[in-house]
């Protein structure tokens, strides 16, 4: 059984697209949604839900992509770490992730053209099973709420060998949601989409300061096209009817009060800390790092490289690349001018270009609104 | 990165669950929840972060047919 089937229905979702068709022309102004998640931008592009939105509903793509905000600075000091000898893991999606030196190799790809051991794996689990060979390595750990506990949960268990440490890169969705919502009011969001997996660790309650603090209404969602489609629905109605509130549509998968013990874990081996983001830069209490208790586990104290300050923050996007707008929602990738030309999924130069949940290679594969706007425009009689 | 896959769970030993993902059958972690055979799952970088409640899903659907009834009628 496909649980999840009746959330793929052609049927439903025309019916929804129909309300959203009503509501949005009972609104006398624009309204610009965020979808924070990277997953959540690829069911929106890749089935084209862009295009089904009437003319005064704008979806913008928000920060939710965690190898595209890992600053270059954890990738330089992997790269030296396995040019050193060290062996590095990291997920699929790292792997091809720019450094910020100018030099080479400029990520892990091409260190391992030079002869590095660099592993991709699909787990932490591979990383530790793997390395029961007792060979020094070091697991790159990007990635938010989601992916901080499958890195952690080994740590606190104390699953892992003495010769695999970590460097952790685990960052926090609600403070950079704040974050944007505070620096950025000149370009108003008036509805965010809440992401569902990361909710599914922190719980739908993490979401409430959107609707309560800034009066947005606010809808975790999944990720499905009428879960998003759904979701759409709510924030329309919500903003129509003057309200803003936190609904969890995800709740076949997402508690109130998420999960517990992995909530437990992340408290327990890791402290809350300011921590930088790639082309944003300093965020407060939105970075994972580990507890003294911990810090055997720690790749930056066990091979005494310094961890990333404020004061030795530099801008580490490659010149001209407008990756940190795209992630902001300030920018659409088609604004910039390398997209397609210089920028590619096969030799991608920024950041938001590399990983499947990057705004650029999501619409530099399956096409922006632009495109779709366009053939709807020629098709539909006026 | 936030990719979780949806399966089912088919077996449980110790901290391992077997999880069939439409027909391909995988070891994955049990840890973070306590699973049974049979529990529907969200299965992200090989860690299980959440059970999937086929009956809530059922109830979400009906309750936004009828919401969207609603605004039909109004």
Redesign the interface.
């Known amino acids: ?1 496909d ?2 089937a ?2 793929r229905d052609p049927g ?1 979702s025309r ?2 697209v129909g ?1 959203i068709a ?1 509501i949005a022309g009972e609104l006398d102004d624009r309204v610009k949604i965020m979808d924070f ?3 959540h931008e690829w069911t929106i592009t890749h089935y084209g839900i862009r295009s089904l939105m009437p003319e005064n509903v704008e979806l913008v793509a928000g920060p ?4 595209c905000i890992t600053p270059g600075y954890y990738v330089d000091v992997a790269v030296k770490l396995a040019m050193e000898g060290v062996r590095v893991f990291t ?1 699929g ?1 790292v792997y091809r992730l720019p450094g910020s030196s100018k030099g080479a190799p400029r990520n892990l790809e091409e260190a391992r053209s030079e002869g590095a051991d660099v592993r991709i794996v ?5 990383a530790v099973k793997l390395s029961s060979d007792g060979k020094e390595s070091v697991f790159l750990a ?3 709420e ?2 901080a ?2 890195t952690l ?1 080994p740590i606190y ?1 104390g699953a892992v060998p003495d010769n695999l440490s970590f460097i952790v890169v685990h960052r926090l969705t609600p403070p950079i949601t704040k974050y944007v919502l505070e620096n950025y009011p000149q370009s108003p969001i008036r509805g965010i989409i809440a ?4 909710s ?2 922190t719980g739908a309650a993490e979401w409430k300061f959107v609707a309560e603090d800034y009066g947005i209404p606010v809808v975790v969602s999944g ?1 499905e096209p ?1 879960d998003i489609l ?1 979701s759409i629905l709510e924030i329309l109605r919500q903003v129509r009817d003057g309200r803003a509130e936190l609904v969890n ?1 995800y ?5 109130w009060e998420g ?1 517990l ?2 909530k437990g ?1 992340m408290r327990s081996t890791c402290e809350v800390v300011e921590a930088g983001w790639r082309g944003i830069g300093f965020v407060p209490e939105s970075g994972l790092r580990l507890r003294k208790g911990y810090s055997r586990y720690d790749a930056l104290v066990r091979y005494g490289v310094p961890e990333l300050s404020k004061e030795a923050w530099l801008e580490d996007l490659p010149p001209g690349c407008r990756c940190a707008e795209v992630t902001l929602g300030m920018a659409k990738p088609a604004d910039c001018p390398l997209f397609r030309k210089v920028c590619t999924p096969e030799r991608p130069y920024g950041p938001c270009m590399v ?1 499947s ?1 990057g705004t650029c290679l999501i619409w530099a594969k399956y096409g922006g609104d632009e495109l779709l706007r366009g053939l709807r425009e020629e098709f539909e009689p006026t | ?4 896959i ?1 399966g089912k769970v088919v077996e449980v030993r110790d901290r391992i669950a077997v999880v069939d993902f439409g027909g391909v059958l995988r070891e ?2 049990a ?3 306590e699973v049974n055979p049979g529990d ?1 799952v ?1 299965v ?4 299980i ?6 009956e ?3 109830e ?2 009906e309750a ?2 009828e919401m ?1 009834r609603t ?1 039909e009628e109004s």
């Open positions: 059984m649980v999840s009746p959330f439903i019916l929804i309300k009503g998640c990277g997953t939710g992509c965690p190898v997920f999606d699909y787990s932490v689990a591979d990007v990635g938010f989601t992916t506990p499958a949960s268990r992401p569902g997996h990361v599914a660790i990720f009428v759904l549509e709740s076949r998968v997402v508690r999960n013990r992995a874990i990983s949940e | 990165m936030c990719l979780g949806p994955v972690d840890t973070l929840e529907y969200i992200h970088v090989g860690v972060i959440s059970k999937m409640d086929p809530t899903a059922r979400t659907i936004w047919e969207i605004l």
